[in-house]
């Protein structure tokens, strides 16, 4: 990993993107946000481990960030930085690519680390996709989240959300216009809580088992800050998607 880095500055571009998220998530629900990072640690270097349960997500994530004056860089799947425009901007500001399923996922990785060892704030969603949980808990976790945290020593606080598969449907852009006249005429309460630093119990992503052990953690302590944000849904959503399938072979276990 190269550390000979100055530290990281955002672009006035994303910077600028932050409040356009912050206006549209304003729009078509009603934010509220909990919790906080520490001051010292909201400039970097810092991973956010956020759940994933909408295509709605990363708008609302950069919305909750510029609330805490904080500006992370996302880790997007390589399907966002082949489109034509946004593609180019998503480079622009300083985002990681990663292709998922082949071996350039080890690169976003040793990107990612070069990016933390920068200063800056990686926001990634340990559960590789959108996760498809009857309940809409957290999945089992890919082991990203914590070989990066590891590997560069850094911080991972648990980001949980809850609201935003309301607001945009699973097979988005399929049915995403009735989605939006639906959110704008009824404006769901979107929660986002920023959960507590996580002990990761491990010091060496190489340690055999480390990376799941500590993968497992971030999970566990994802799942604690998710269940106050929906204390009337505890086993399943009151909003179902008809268009989202489901899937339990990635059900997480929590780790004794």
């Not at 270097?45 to 004056?69: E, K, Q, W, Y």
């Not at 990634?124 to 999945?139: A, F, K, S």
């Not at 949980?160 to 399929?174: D, F, T």
């Not at 809580?193 to 480390?210: K, R, W, Y």
Request: charged content about 20%; some cysteine.
């Amino acid at each position: 990993m190269n550390t000979a880095y100055s530290p990281w500055q955002p672009p006035l571009l994303w910077r600028a993107a932050l409040a356009v998220a912050r206006a549209l998530v304003g729009l078509l629900a009603r934010l509220e946000v909990s919790g906080d990072v520490p001051a010292h640690l909201r400039r970097g270097p810092l991973v956010l481990a956020a759940n994933h349960i909408s295509p709605f997500d990363p708008v609302v994530m950069i919305a909750a960030c510029r609330t805490r004056g904080i500006v992370p860089r996302i880790m997007a799947t390589a399907g966002l930085f082949r489109a034509p425009v946004l593609g180019a901007a998503m480079r622009h500001v300083g985002h990681i690519r990663v292709d998922r399923g082949t071996s350039g996922v080890h690169q976003a990785l040793d990107d990612a680390a070069d990016a933390v060892a920068a200063g800056s704030v990686i926001l990634i969603y340990p559960e590789g996709r959108i996760g498809l949980d009857p309940g809409m808990w957290p999945e089992r976790g890919k082991t990203g989240v914590a070989r990066l945290a590891l590997a560069c020593g850094a911080p991972v606080v648990p980001v949980a959300q809850w609201g935003a598969h309301e607001v945009l449907p699973y097979r988005a852009p399929k049915g995403m216009l009735r989605g939006i006249a639906r959110a704008l005429w009824r404006r769901p309460v979107i929660r986002v809580h920023f959960g507590e630093p996580v002990d990761l119990g491990e010091s060496n992503a190489n340690t055999p088992g480390a990376a799941r052990r500590a993968t497992n953690r971030v999970v566990d302590a994802l799942t604690d800050t998710l269940a106050p944000l929906r204390p009337d849904e505890p086993d399943r959503p009151r909003h179902v998607d008809p268009g989202r399938p489901v899937d339990t072979s990635r059900a997480h276990r929590r780790s004794s």
